[in-house]
């Protein structure tokens, strides 16, 4: 009689408090802490370190074919400044009320952009990703999906796919429709059909037509991109005359309103656990709670092994320096303050805080 009250007591206590699971691996523009950003062999190392997804930011070419670029503008991760045949396409634009100078995909070919070399953004920074400048092509959305469809996360499961739509307002001024293209993507390809896929965007009017065409895919699901505080409207807002500002976004009222066509939002790391005047991390913010009364899953962006990216209260040694220990007591955090999710430069790092090595 006894041992059965105590395997009754022990079920009642198991249904009341599942294990919580762990927050998802977004591996940002690959393993691009240690390989050039947005490139086949930063998703390959963010696969094999551990990333339950691979985010790739897409932006048109010349030629209308998604490729995997942080911006369009490529002058600082590539080296197309080197190709004196491509010198007359330096460009002045505006993006997103943003003036930019250099190089952008929409201005070459598909053909034109293979012949360039991936390079590492953060330069010395990143040494061991620097030396891996000029190894790498440009790889398309369709290349990173049939690289996914070969891999395995580190849970067994598919590797899943997080592509971000970038400027979409700016790129349909030109002509291009990148959603459109994404969309069709998805429903063409066996494997993303069926594979997990998150679509992320800061411009909401992007998000609420993909809730409308991709209704279907079971596997999909969407991700409010938040800015930090220094941006104040998404860029689609602005175009149509709109009042919505980010911060109200992340208001309960807010939050609701995004959940009628997405299942995330996505915010940087401070708006969640903010910095205090010194520098040091803070008490969590109530953002993450608000999200989850409202229905939302949270996705943080960005952890960064580098001190200089680090609260001060987690850095050792050099500004420039790596600190590994500092990004996985960072995220922990993070995990402990409730996120169902977080991007990272750095996979193996986040794999090594959420399952508590090192």
């Known amino acids: 009689m006894m041992i059965r009250l105590l395997?009754?007591?022990?079920?009642?206590?198991?249904?009341?408090?599942?294990?919580?699971?762990?927050?998802?691996?977004?591996a940002h523009r690959g393993a691009s802490a240690l390989r050039p950003e947005e490139t086949l062999a930063a998703y390959e190392k963010a696969i094999a370190d551990g990333a339950d997804f691979i985010e790739p930011d897409l932006v048109p070419?010349?030629?209308g074919v998604l490729v995997a670029r942080h911006e369009s503008n490529i002058t600082e991760t590539t080296d197309v400044a080197n190709h004196p045949e491509f010198a007359a396409r330096r460009a002045v634009k505006v993006i997103d009320g943003k003036r930019q100078e250099g190089w952008f995909t929409e201005d070459f070919t598909l053909a034109e952009l293979?012949?360039?070399?991936a390079r590492e953004r953060l330069g010395a920074l990143r040494p061991e990703s620097?030396?891996?400048d000029g190894r790498f092509e440009i790889a398309t959305f369709d290349e990173i999906a049939a690289l996914a469809a070969h891999g395995k996360a580190a849970s067994g499961k598919p590797v899943g796919l997080i592509p971000e739509i970038k400027h979409p307002t700016y790129f349909a001024g030109l002509g291009f429709d990148t959603a459109g293209k994404l969309v069709a993507a998805i429903k063409a390809s066996a494997y993303l059909r069926r594979a997990p896929v998150i679509v992320q965007c800061f411009e909401v009017a992007t998000l609420k037509r993909l809730h409308r065409e991709l209704a279907g895919q079971r596997n999909v699901e969407l991700f409010q991109l938040i800015q930090s505080s220094d941006v104040t409207q998404p860029a689609d807002v602005i175009a149509a005359g709109g009042t919505l500002t980010f911060d109200e976004m992340?208001?309960?009222?807010?939050?609701?309103?995004?959940?009628?066509?997405?299942?995330w939002i996505g915010p940087p790391l401070r708006r969640v656990i903010p910095l205090d005047a010194a520098g040091n991390s803070g008490a969590?913010?109530?953002?993450?709670?608000?999200?989850?009364?409202?229905?939302?899953?949270?996705?943080?962006?960005?952890?960064?092994?580098?001190?200089?990216?680090?609260?001060?209260?987690?850095?050792?040694?050099?500004?420039g320096a790596r600190w590994p220990q500092g990004m996985v007591a960072d995220v922990r955090s993070f995990v402990a303050a409730g996120v169902d999710g977080f991007f990272t430069d750095d996979p193996a790092l986040g794999r090594a805080a959420v399952d508590h090595k090192g």
């Open 7 to 26: 395997l009754l007591v022990l079920g009642l206590v198991m249904t009341a408090a599942p294990l919580a699971a762990k927050p998802l691996i977004f």
């Open 61 to 63: 070419t010349k030629d």
């Open 114 to 117: 293979k012949t360039l070399r």
């Open 130 to 132: 620097m030396a891996y």
């Open 250 to 263: 992340v208001t309960p009222q807010g939050l609701k309103e995004i959940a009628a066509y997405a299942q």
């Open 284 to 319: 969590p913010a109530a953002l993450i709670a608000d999200a989850h009364r409202a229905g939302l899953k949270v996705g943080v962006f960005t952890f960064r092994p580098e001190n200089q990216f680090l609260p001060a209260n987690l850095r050792r040694g050099e500004p």
